[in-house]
Every structure is written in structure tokens, then in C-alpha cells.
């Protein structure tokens, strides 16, 4: 079965690039006739790895191409997933599977909302990559991909295209505690990242106001519903900072190319939940006002 792939962003392209060469059917999913007749002038994806490149001829499509898709990988930012799967919701097949592969929380329930329909399995990924180009990825660091559905706990059938294509991976019948741990890890660093503009490593002299935010984030796991992913968040987080000390964050790294952040699936949606739990977390709201306002002094969007 072909694997259609929506968004040839860093991720979505490091996954095309490795089921195709695995030889595995795949299509890229463009977002207008630009952007295609883009690709085919650069002759196809370029993959970097430990410093060499290699193109690889996937075959590419827009959203208007005709024809059923029954897998979907949907791998572009979490503010873009569901008019991204709406444009495409009447191409799906019966039974169609949809692989999301957003940060935080939120447009998951929003894309499974326009495609009722459809199967709908997250992600959580470690996977390290970026752009330097068009249509040109760097594969930075080899990570870990964990999926479930919260729905239904069976394991889809196409796992084994994953171990062909030497993507690590594995099934979690808890696919949301991943997804709130990695929140509360993303939002303990990349806000205060881009408050201070540093890279993740400068967090190392803020070591208390970590802790407190630290600490907030865990009452907010815990009012979830969620007090083992809750356990040594704090430890974590500085695991992390001191594990990636000389990266740039990706929301640091969104805000100083002037590109829209995620802080509404992120920063926004645990202000959200910790409202709607009455709970008192005055130092993540005020963190979100505070990022809030940087970003509408800089001329980007606020949500």
C-alpha cells in the first residue's frame, strides 16, 4: 500500500527519504502547483547523512491530484494538520489511516474531528533533523518514535514498513503520556529560550526559575491524570538542557527566522487544560503572557 506523506518538512521528508529507499511506495503531498513544479526542478528530496547527500526521485502530488489515499502521513506544523487534512479529507479512503506527527497537544483532536472516518494514530518523535535548503534535509540525530491510538490499543499492520525502512520505533498502548511528557519537556525549555535568546544550554543560569516552572508543569500532569509521567520531570529537563547545551531550540529557532511557533499547542494548550482543572499555575500563565507579548513585539503570530 502507498504510503502518502503531507508536509516536506524536516521530518516528513527524513521518513520519505528512507521508506523510498527501502523500497517502499511512497508519494509526497505538495501544497500547490509551485511548490511541485519547485520539487521537480530540484529533481527530487535530498537526504544528508553524516555529512553526504543522496537525492532520491520520490514522486509528488498536490492535494487536488485525484485518486484515494488510504495511508497518511501527516508530518507538517501543528497549526497546519487540520486545514492540511480537510483540504485532502475527500480523497481518504475507507478505513484510511492517518499517521500525526505534531508537536503538543490539540491538533490531534482537531484533525481527528474533520475526519471522522478515518483512523487516526499519534506520534511522538525524538528524531532529530532540519532543512538547509529546498527540499534538502539534514538528518541531525538518530532518535526514537513512539505511536499509539488512544482508541484502540491493536497495532496497525504496517509496523513491518517501519523495520524495513530502519525508523525506530516502537507501540504504546499509552500514546498520550508520551505526547504530555514531551509537552511539559517542551515547555519547560523552548519559551524561555526565546525569552532569553539563548541557546538550550544558557538555561543553566536560570537554574530557578527551571525548578518552579518545573515544578507547575508536574501539578498539571498530575491534574491530568498523569502523575508517573509526572515523576522526575524536573531531572529531565535538565538532562536535557545539558544533553543539547549548544542547540538552539525549535521555537528559538521559528521566532529568529520571523516563522510562526507552535505556542498554542504547546505553552497554550497547558494554560488551557490548567484552566479548565481550575488549577493555579501563575508562573506558567505569566510565562505565557510574557512569550505572548515578545511575539506580537516582533511581528509574529500570537497563536
Known sequence: MTWHILGAGSLGSLWAARLFRAGIPIRL???????????????????V?????????????????PGPISRLLVACKAYDAE?????????????????????????????????????????????????????RVVFAGQGFTWLGDPKLPQAPAWLPDLVRADIP????????????????????????????????GGLSDHPAVVAALCSELAELL?????????????AEVLKVIQATAANFSSMHQDVARGRRTEISFLLGHACTVATQLHLEL???????????DYLGQHGLPVN
Open 29 to 47: 503531498i505538495l501544497r500547490n502547483q509551485t511548490r511541485l513544479q519547485a520539487y521537480s526542478a530540484a529533481d527530487g528530496l535530498t537526504l
Open 49 to 65: 547523512e553524516q555529512g553526504e547527500a543522496r537525492r532520491y526521485p520520490i514522486a509528488a502530488e498536490t492535494p487536488e491530484t
Open 83 to 135: 486545514p492540511a487534512v480537510r483540504q485532502l479529507a475527500h480523497r481518504l479512503a475507507p478505513g484510511a489511516e492517518l499517521i500525526l506527527l505534531q508537536n503538543g497537544l490539540g491538533s490531534q483532536d482537531a484533525v481527528a474531528a474533520c475526519v471522522p472516518q478515518a483512523r487516526c494514530i499519534l506520534a511522538s518523535s525524538t528524531e532529530g533533523a532540519f532543512r538547509d535548503g529546498d527540499f
Open 169 to 200: 520505533h516502537a507501540w504504546t498502548p499509552d500514546i498520550l503520556s508520551r505526547l504530555w511528557r514531551k509537552l511539559a519537556l517542551n515547555c519547560a525549555i523552548n519559551p524561555l529560550t526565546v525569552l532569553h535568546d539563548c541557546r538550550n
Open 222 to 234: 498530575r491534574g491530568c491524570g498523569q502523575p508517573e509521567t509526572a515523576a522526575g520531570l524536573h
Open 282 to 292: 501563575p508562573r506558567l500563565q505569566s510565562l505565557h503572557a510574557r512569550l505572548t
